[in-house]
């Protein structure tokens, strides 16, 4: 279950619905590279559909929201990448006692959502 509010009848304000299914457990780094290659493909579609039929602000307003949908699925999958690929040194920190485990946390990455939290500046 979420703990933010859906935005889903604002259209300005995308859901961030890609990152919905990470809710439960933390995602790998292959299932997120296979979500960035089918919303690549989503960004084609939604192109080439609207080509000949809209206007152009509004086509830049939609890629906009999907270009940022991208760009947080690319930083999750680092993180993803780092985390699986970090596990030695992370044995080698233990051992030295400079690191305390814990469990994974969930987290949503969107710079808006942070400075809501943060308020105004």
């Known amino acids: 279950m979420s703990n933010r509010r859906k935005r889903v009848n604002e259209a300005r304000l995308p859901c961030n619905n890609e990152q919905d299914a990470w809710r439960e457990s933390c995602p790998t780094s292959s299932q997120i590279k296979a979500s960035i290659h089918q919303a690549v493909e989503e960004i084609f579609a939604s192109l080439e559909a609207t080509a000949a039929q809209t206007l152009f602000a509004s086509v830049e307003k939609t890629v906009r929201s999907l ?55």
Do not use: I
């Not at 999958?77 to 040194?89: D, I, P, V």
């Open 67 to 121: 270009v940022f949908s991208l760009g947080r699925l690319f930083l999750a999958y680092f993180l993803a990448f780092r985390h699986e690929h970090s596990r030695g040194e992370v044995e080698e920190a233990k051992k030295r006692g400079d690191f305390r485990e814990r469990k994974p946390q969930p987290r949503l990455l969107d710079r808006r959502e942070a400075s809501l939290r943060r308020g105004p500046d």
